[in-house]
């Protein structure tokens, strides 16, 4: 988490959304890690996490990411947690619950679905108040 | 949709899951245009509309394709759907429904959702029999 959290201070002084994410194997070694990208690379979709998922399995030269952990500095989207079942990810870490746009522990609950082929692990919470702190930051200058 | 599934074709002769996506401005001119490349890029997010959003916006320099039009011969999954409100898309238009993995029509129904942020106008359906008949032939030569 401290790795997703300075990708995610990374992400601020680049006039990003402060969130940061890591992926590692099933060892625990760093495969990616990455920052928010959306403004940079005009992107919607360059969350951290989906930038580092696209990394660590390019890198891996595999589309799945079986038996890896994401840790992420705040609870998935939809799109990513969807991302993440595509995936095959085995467990996600995330830093602030996100009641407004999560997609993990709100909204749709995309794990939960009756539907969904792939469940991974979760752990929420975990660094919460660095990474809620560095968001609050973040939307306190812009306005 | 055409051109869409032009781009599933020549997707399924690269031995991917023949979906394929293409962006139209609000003009209707063509922006983006793409086929599925999860197998290629070692990508599970590389679906057909994703590629073709993130090249849309790359082209268009903003990550909003405000005012454009996704057309993707299959009804697209939850991660898909969840990108088309953060790209801030205006309307899709899909081929096959997919009960499976659809994530518009069925599953979690993302634009649905109350918290959904930004709705398309969605009409499914469109040339539905020929997007269909391309994943049976795939998933039949699969098996």
């Known amino acids: 988490m401290a ?10 002084a680049r006039d990003e959304v402060p969130v940061g994410a890591v992926v ?10 990455a920052g928010n990208g ?15 998922m696209r990394e660590a399995a390019r890198l891996h030269g ?12 705040l609870e998935p989207c939809p ?10 990810v085995a467990r996600v870490i995330f830093g602030a619950y996100d009641s407004k746009s999560g997609g993990v522990e709100h909204g749709p609950r995309i794990f939960e ?6 469940r991974p ?3 929420g919470g975990v660094g ?13 200058k812009r306005r």
């Open 38 to 52: 959306v403004e940079a690379g005009h992107d919607a979709s360059a969350h951290a996490e989906l930038l580092a």
């Open 3 to 12: 790795l997703a959290l300075a990708e995610a201070r990374a992400a601020m």
């Open 79 to 88: 799109m990513c947690a969807a991302a993440m079942v595509h995936f095959r």
């Open 128 to 140: 919460e108040r660095e990474s809620a702190a560095l968001l609050k930051e973040f939307f306190r």
């Open 113 to 118: 679905q009756p539907r969904c082929l792939h």
């Open 121 to 123: 692990e979760v752990v």
């Open 24 to 33: 590692l194997d099933a060892c625990g070694a760093v495969l990616a890690q």
């Open 62 to 73: 595999d589309a799945r990411l079986t038996g890896c952990t994401v840790v992420v500095t």
